[in-house]
């Protein structure tokens, strides 16, 4: 009996004894034998931790690799930062790497927090996206190794499904509710929507309007579809914070499911004159970097949902700790699933969605299918749920090969939507 499977026959007779006092008196368990041999992790060291760009659906994407002393076992992690794509890839390859080869992968902990002191100047996203595509990536390991699922590693299941939400498509109001009731033919009870002829990607763009036409939007689409679908909407930090407290009461007579960043990081202190003054759920925290951005927010029950994305702070290890930090004050997980996700952050989501008891959504912008080709093991959206596969670990593997047959576009280098949307007179509109 090799290693794996002798830690695997402990944990297993281990479980045996704790239930056997729920069986009747006449029906008990044959005694259980500890094995005569120490057992415990194999004595293995991380030999190599290198960066992989990809670009299957036209979107940069960064995936970690930890390989280690055991021949053929490695581990996946996301670490996009799409907009500086190549900055964590040097911060990987050129940092990290030297810094983690010849530590035990077993460490994980550990190996976050040195990780993250070891720059000293910290809570950065080019930074916090390279220790999360390690962190994922160890926490891989350990599930391969063990022959478990992630999830199992985090607590097990609690739930058995994950619900998601997607965005309807369209320019004109027509085109966005057929978009919305097409999803809903398709199983979505959540659905997304953000009227791109409100929110063009080149100026001018002027708030106020835009603050102004949005509740109208909602207003006529509640009518059109009823009440038997979840609708939400996201701002993305546009609108100066008077205007966002405005449109979250204006939105009431919708009753979304959330509004999600009425307020741009910089501005979280306007959540407690929000809460004040409407009952609108808020979902805050895709631009999250630093605790310090949630903890008072959190605390404080200013918001309904929790949106960072998780290799932006820095992956599973920190995840996971903002999740139990939210369920004590009933704010629920909504990770943030963009395109510019890879599918092993799709999976390290949905691992964490089936644990987390204060799961509240999931969003899943689907994969198309040169992803699924070079990810083997992708994440699968059926009927309004994602779901995963129950292989040890994420579940999700990487062809190196055909990932190189994607490579991501250096010109330009990143989207240059964001840092160029204006108003009328030239001013920058800030996210």
């Not at 619900?163 to 978009?179: C, L, N, R, W």
């Not at 932006?312 to 004050?329: D, P, S, V, Y």
């Not at 699933?337 to 949905?350: E, F, K, L, R, Y």
């Not at 992803?371 to 596969?389: M, T």
């Amino acid at each position: 009996m090799n290693r794996r499977h002798m830690m695997q026959s402990t944990v297993l007779g281990t479980a045996a004894v704790g239930l056997s006092s729920l069986w009747p008196s006449s029906v008990k368990p044959s005694p259980w034998k500890a094995p005569q041999q120490p057992i415990g992790l194999p004595s293995i060291k991380i030999t190599d931790v290198k960066s992989i760009l990809t670009a299957p659906a036209g979107i940069r994407l960064v995936v970690v690799k930890v390989s280690t002393s055991e021949p053929g076992l490695y581990g996946l992690g996301c670490a996009t930062f799409t907009q500086r794509a190549r900055t964590v890839q040097t911060a990987v390859d050129v940092y990290l790497k030297p810094f983690l080869v010849g530590k035990s992968p077993w460490d994980i902990e550990d190996i976050w927090q040195s990780s993250f002191f070891s720059s000293y100047w910290r809570n950065g996203p080019v930074l916090n996206n390279a220790l999360s595509g390690v962190d994922m990536a160890l926490w891989d390991i350990l599930g391969k190794w063990t022959g478990l699922p992630v999830y199992q590693l985090l607590g097990g299941k609690s739930r058995q499904v994950v619900d998601t939400y997607k965005s309807a498509q369209g320019q004109t109001f027509e085109e966005i509710s057929e978009s919305v009731q097409q999803l809903m033919d398709e199983g979505y009870r959540h659905i997304r929507c953000e009227p791109a002829a409100y929110y063009p990607k080149t100026g001018p763009w002027e708030a106020a309007s835009y603050a102004r036409m949005l509740p109208q939007f909602f207003e006529k689409l509640r009518a059109r579809v009823g009440e038997q679908v979840e609708l939400l909407t996201d701002v993305h930090e546009l609108l100066p914070p008077i205007l966002s407290i405005q449109l979250a009461k204006d939105l009431e007579a919708s009753r979304l499911f959330f509004l999600e960043d009425p307020f741009s990081p910089e501005d979280v202190g306007y959540f407690k004159h929000l809460r004040q003054q409407s009952s609108t759920p808020i979902a805050m925290g895709e631009l999250f970097n630093n605790p310090n951005e949630w903890l008072d927010i959190i605390s404080k029950r200013l918001i309904d949902f929790i949106r960072v994305h998780i290799s932006q702070i820095g992956g599973i290890t920190m995840a996971r700790k903002l999740a139990h930090l939210c369920e004590f004050f009933r704010v629920r997980t909504a990770w943030h699933g963009p395109g510019d996700t890879s599918p092993v952050g799709h999976a390290a989501n949905i691992h964490l969605d089936l644990v987390c008891n204060n799961f509240g959504i999931q969003e899943f912008h689907g994969l198309v299918q040169a992803e699924e080709d070079v990810f083997p093991g992708s994440p699968q959206a059926k009927g309004g749920y994602v779901y995963i596969n129950e292989k040890p670990g994420f579940g999700v593997d990487l062809d190196e090969k055909l990932a190189a047959r994607f490579p991501i576009k250096d010109d330009p280098s990143f989207d240059l939507h964001w840092g160029n949307l204006r108003r009328r007179d030239g001013t920058i509109v800030k996210p």
